[in-house]
Structure formats: structure tokens, C-alpha cells
């Protein structure tokens, strides 16, 4: 890239925008910049290469600039640019959905559209509301989430959602909401490859809540089967399938929020799938369309769909929906991202590439400060232990460094590494990503 260009790529003003879950200050002084991407790496402003170590944010699993979806997406901008989702349809968010149906287990058969994972996860909370209001038990109002788990940024993500930092600053929040206890144990857990032996009994958690409040009163459970922003904890061998059954023992709807498990992450196309568990819905977002356009959405069972078909045909059945509905752009763009994912097998490369990516990153055990290791499908997660002037310090040094010297994008929950590379990184890659994040463990370990 030439002076000029990069002069153009990058700003001479960062003030203006008031960055999300960025500490604005430190980064504005040291900039973490990118203005292009191509397969496995980031390009900043002066052509530099940075190694993609998060799928840019749990999203871009096929890789970037893929030109299937580039010219997906240009034809459609072309021929569509948008069309009204509230009583209007257009040809590919039809065919979208189809195929997004097809890849979920069950009779989890229809697809609503949303604009994120945040949406997503507020939209599957309306519907568990409004399927018991129909269905004549609405007393069925209180919301189930769990410690440690992430559901978005709306205010009903927030509020099942158990990350204090995400939750504290914004009042009483929902009412009407409770929580499991988390899944993590590192005493019983530490260095555990895949699904941690130890923990299906935290499951029972549940039987607690609804012995407190009574089933009658209880709508829905919200769970991430890998709680992921947290900082990559898998969940136990057997918990997932017990918390199916303490639901269904007690009349309860079972949400799985797969907003990043989605779309090839633990090696399935649904982590639902790899578990066994047929929940009652299925949130996503972010690799339905490899990350190039926003789209959510939320799978339900065909009974829930089915419970508010009863009325007069012409009367609205739920109220609820956005502008960005189904967009045609984003309906282009996952069409042509699940034809990739097809054709390059790339879920299934994933669940091939476990063990010995498993192997790899467990190789990182004895350097300095590391306290845990999880990793599940291609998801990796270092713990360090904090330095003595508190928590966040060693694993913000760890992203800064990473990227201004190793050249590697990563993301850091606290002091927690977390790293979830594109489907399509290769064996060398992989050896290349755990050397850098050895490095620069070593390198903060003073």
C-alpha cells in the first residue's frame, strides 16, 4: 500500500467515536487498526499482516473475502437493496430460512430473522413469553439464564445474562429473572480437553429455582452451550442433556443461545447437534453469514410456531419484529456462506482438526502464569493468573502485544486468553497461532 493510501486508511481524528467494550482511552493512545482482510489475516493501515485468531468476533468462520459472498452480496445490493420485512417478503430470505431449518436438528423447522445476536437472544426471551400467553398459561412469565452466561446487549439479554460487568451500570433490569450457577470448577476441571468430566450435577441447579418459584410460574431456560464471552467454558459431560430433562419434567422451554457455537465452531452445524439435545429454540447469528453482514435469528419447534397459527388468517399472529428483518443483503450473504460451508466441508473439518488442535494448544501448559487451559471444537481459552494490581491488567498487555509485535488478534475476557480462528486455518497455521501466543505469554509474564 502506498503513502497516499494509507494516509487515507487511516484517520487523523479517533475522538468521535465512542468505541463498544473498548477501553477508549488506552486504545485511541496505541491504536489496534485494520483496513483490509483477506482469508486468515487482517492487513492494518501500512500493510502489516495480523494473523485472525478470533474469526473476528466468533463470526468470520469461513475466512475473509470470500468471493462467493462478496459477489452474493454485490448482486444483491444490485437487483435489491432492501425490502420491507412487516408484511412484504422477497425470494432469498425464504430460501434462507429453508436452509438454515434444514441444518437444525429435529423439528426445530422455523426460522425468525433478526439483525444480531443481542436481537436474537431478546426475541427468543418475547417468544417463550408469548407461546405460554397463547397457549393459556400465562402465568408463565419468569426467565431463567445463568451465572457467566452472555445473551447480547438488550435489556432482556442483560438480564438473564451473569456477567456482573455487563449487568451493573443499568438498574433493576427485568424482573421476574434467576439464575444457575455456573458450570466452572477449576479445582475438579483444570486442563480438561473438550467436555470436562466433572459438573453434570450443576444442572440440578434448576430443581432449586423451581422449587423456589414453582413451574407454574416459569417460562424459559436461556444457556449458551459453550458459554463463550465469559471465557470458553464448555459445559460438563451430561449437563446439557439433564437440563433437557429437568425442562421437560417441569413444562419449561429450553433456549440455546448458539450465537457463536453456530455454524461450525464445536464441529456441527449446531452445538445442539453435537450434545444430542434438541432445545425448544436455537438462537444465532454472526457465522450465518461469516460475519460480512449483521443477521440473527431465532430456530423454533414447530409447536411453538404452531401455537399461534389458531387464530383468523389476517390478524397478525406475533407482534414483534425489526426493520432489518431478513434483510436481502444479509439473506444473500448467508445463502452463499452456508454454500461454502457445504462445499468445503468446513464443519466437518473443524470436528476432524480437534484432537491436534487440542493438542496444540494444551502445549502451552507449562509457560509462565498460565493457571487453566479449555479448548472445545476450535475454541481455545488460557487463563493467567492476574498480576498484583489487579484483574485485567496482564491480560490487556497480553491483546496489545499480541497485535503491535506478534502480529495476532485475540480476545481477552479479564485475564482469560480466548482465541477461535477461522474453519479454514491449516495444520502450519495452527503451529504459527500457538507460537505467537507463546511468546507473548512469555513476554507479560514479568
Not at 501500512?46 to 475473509?64: E, Q, S
Not at 427468543?124 to 413469553?129: D, E, Q, R, T, V
Not at 427485568?174 to 476441571?189: I, N, P, S
Not at 494444551?362 to 484483574?391: C, F, H, Q, W, Y
Request: glycine content about 10%; aromatic content about 10%; charged content about 20%.
Amino acid at each position: 500500500m502506498n503513502s497516499a493510501s494509507s494516509a487515507i486508511a487511516t484517520p487523523n481524528d479517533l475522538e468521535a467515536y465512542w468505541m463498544p467494550f473498548t477501553a477508549n482511552r488506552s486504545f485511541k493512545k496505541n491504536p489496534r487498526m485494520v483496513s483490509r482482510a483477506e482469508g486468515m489475516f487482517y492487513y492494518t493501515p501500512d500493510n502489516k499482516p495480523v494473523m485472525d485468531g478470533t474469526a473476528g468476533l466468533w463470526c468470520c468462520n469461513a475466512g475473509h473475502a470470500r468471493e462467493p459472498i462478496i459477489q452474493a452480496i454485490q448482486a444483491q445490493a444490485r437487483d435489491l437493496d432492501y425490502a420491507p420485512s412487516f408484511q412484504y417478503g422477497h425470494p432469498k430470505v425464504f430460501a434462507a430460512a429453508a436452509r438454515i431449518a434444514a441444518l437444525a436438528p429435529g423439528d426445530l423447522d422455523h426460522v425468525f430473522f433478526a439483525g444480531s445476536g443481542s436481537e436474537a437472544a431478546d426475541s427468543a426471551l418475547k417468544i417463550a413469553l408469548a407461546y405460554w400467553n397463547v397457549s393459556g398459561k400465562a402465568a408463565k412469565t419468569r426467565l431463567i439464564g445463568r451465572e457467566r452466561g452472555y445473551h447480547g446487549v438488550g435489556f432482556g439479554g442483560i438480564s438473564v445474562g451473569g456477567m456482573s460487568n455487563n449487568r451493573k451500570f443499568f438498574g433493576s433490569l427485568l424482573t421476574g429473572v434467576d439464575h444457575l450457577a455456573h458450570t466452572y470448577d477449576r479445582e475438579k476441571q483444570a486442563f480438561s480437553k473438550g467436555e470436562p468430566d466433572y459438573g453434570a450435577h450443576f444442572a440440578d441447579d434448576l430443581e432449586r429455582i423451581v422449587a423456589l418459584h414453582d413451574a407454574s410460574t416459569i417460562a424459559a431456560v436461556i444457556v449458551e452451550p459453550m458459554a463463550g464471552s465469559t471465557g470458553a467454558l464448555p459445559p460438563p459431560k451430561g449437563y446439557l442433556k439433564r437440563l433437557r430433562e429437568i425442562c421437560d419434567k417441569h413444562g419449561i422451554l429450553l433456549i440455546f443461545d448458539e450465537v457463536i457455537t453456530g455454524f461450525g465452531r464445536l464441529g456441527f452445524a449446531f452445538a445442539a447437534e453435537r450434545y444430542g439435545v434438541v432445545p425448544d429454540m436455537i438462537t444465532f447469528a454472526k457465522g450465518v453469514t461469516s460475519g460480512t453482514v449483521p443477521m440473527g435469528g431465532v430456530i423454533v419447534r414447530k409447536h411453538i410456531y404452531d401455537a399461534f397459527m389458531g387464530g383468523p388468517d389476517n390478524v397478525i399472529e406475533l407482534f414483534h419484529g425489526y426493520t432489518y428483518s431478513g434483510h436481502p443483503l444479509a439473506a444473500a450473504a448467508a445463502l452463499a456462506s452456508l454454500d461454502i460451508y457445504r462445499e468445503e466441508g468446513l464443519f466437518e473439518r473443524a470436528r476432524a482438526m480437534e484432537g491436534a488442535w487440542a493438542d496444540a494448544v494444551m502445549s502451552l501448559k507449562d509457560e509462565p502464569n498460565v493457571v487453566d487451559i479449555r479448548t472445545l471444537g476450535l475454541v481455545g481459552a488460557v487463563d493467567l493468573a492476574p498480576r498484583a494490581e489487579g484483574a485485567g491488567k496482564r491480560g490487556y498487555e497480553f491483546i496489545e502485544r499480541a497485535f503491535h509485535e506478534e502480529g495476532l488478534m485475540i480476545r481477552t475476557a479479564a485475564d482469560t486468553i480466548a482465541f477461535s480462528p477461522p474453519l479454514i486455518i491449516s495444520e502450519s497455521q495452527v503451529e504459527e497461532l500457538i507460537g505467537k501466543l507463546r511468546r507473548t505469554i512469555r513476554a507479560v509474564a514479568n
